[in-house]
């Protein structure tokens, strides 16, 4: 059985540049959240989605935004990048909302 | 101003011995414990986790204790091996029942295991 699938692994971008990552769950699961991950801040929640509804949003700024398809595939977005915008982002998968969470391996983002 | 670095605890051990990672949580009304582990360049990797209804469950070679009290949470594990190598994450979640994927992570500790 595949794992949490995020592409693409690394990413270089220029400030002021928007950005889309993908995340495909484990097959079977419904519900999607995405992390940040900086050396600074640590690891931070950003969004969680199921059947398509974003159910809760961290503490970020309206640049991020993200969403999920029918097929529980999700994409995030982060428009007019900042250099501070580098980081290890995160998807997490599960079952249902109350199963334990199973992380990929993450995009390395790079903003320059 | 200049954003500060985590500083994260570091244990170090040698093979065979038996590691204990310590964890505080903010939330008294979490509900929800997770330990994860993480690699270098990969993703946190589940590892066991503990409902508030308990205050031990043991799985392969780890235990995760809860003291709902002191808000404490800690890993051990069992006879280290050198693979065991990463850092290590709590994480806690309150969510009513309802949803289990907002996680609040600690800022994480890094253990190295000595062959």
């Known amino acids: 059985k595949a794992g949490v699938t995020q592409t693409p692994r690394y990413l270089i971008k220029t400030r002021g540049q928007q950005v889309t990552l993908s995340c495909s769950p484990i097959?079977?699961?419904?519900?999607v959240s995405w992390y940040q991950q900086t050396p600074g801040q640590g690891l931070q929640f950003l969004f969680e989605?199921?059947?398509?509804?974003?159910?809760n949003k961290g503490n970020f700024p309206g640049r991020f935004s993200g969403r999920q398809f029918s097929n529980s595939r999700s994409e995030m977005n982060v428009s007019t990048l900042e250099l501070g915008d580098s980081a290890l982002y995160l998807c997490?998968?599960?079952?249902?909302?109350?199963?334990?969470?199973?992380f990929g391996q993450g995009t390395r983002l790079t903003v320059v | 101003g200049e954003s500060v670095g985590l500083h994260l605890p570091t244990l170090s051990v040698q093979e065979g011995d038996n590691s204990i990672i310590n964890c505080a949580y903010s939330?008294?009304?979490?509900?929800?414990f997770i330990w994860y582990k993480q690699e270098s360049g990969k993703g946190p990797q589940f590892i066991i986790d503990?409902?508030?209804?308990?205050d031990k469950r043991q799985g392969q070679r780890v235990t995760v204790l809860l003291n709902k009290t002191v808000k404490h949470l800690s890993l051990q594990i069992a006879a280290t091996q050198p693979g065991d190598s990463a850092v290590y994450f709590c994480?806690?979640?309150?969510?009513?029942?309802?949803?289990?994927?907002?996680?609040?992570f600690g800022q994480g500790t890094i253990l190295t295991v000595h062959p």
């Open positions: 989605y199921f059947s398509e509804t974003q159910r």
């Open positions: 939330n008294s009304a979490s509900d929800y």
């Open positions: 097959s079977g699961h419904r519900s």
């Open positions: 997490a998968s599960s079952l249902t909302l109350s199963s334990e969470a199973f």
């Open positions: 503990i409902r508030s209804n308990m």
């Open positions: 994480a806690e979640n309150y969510a009513g029942g309802t949803s289990y994927g907002k996680l609040t």
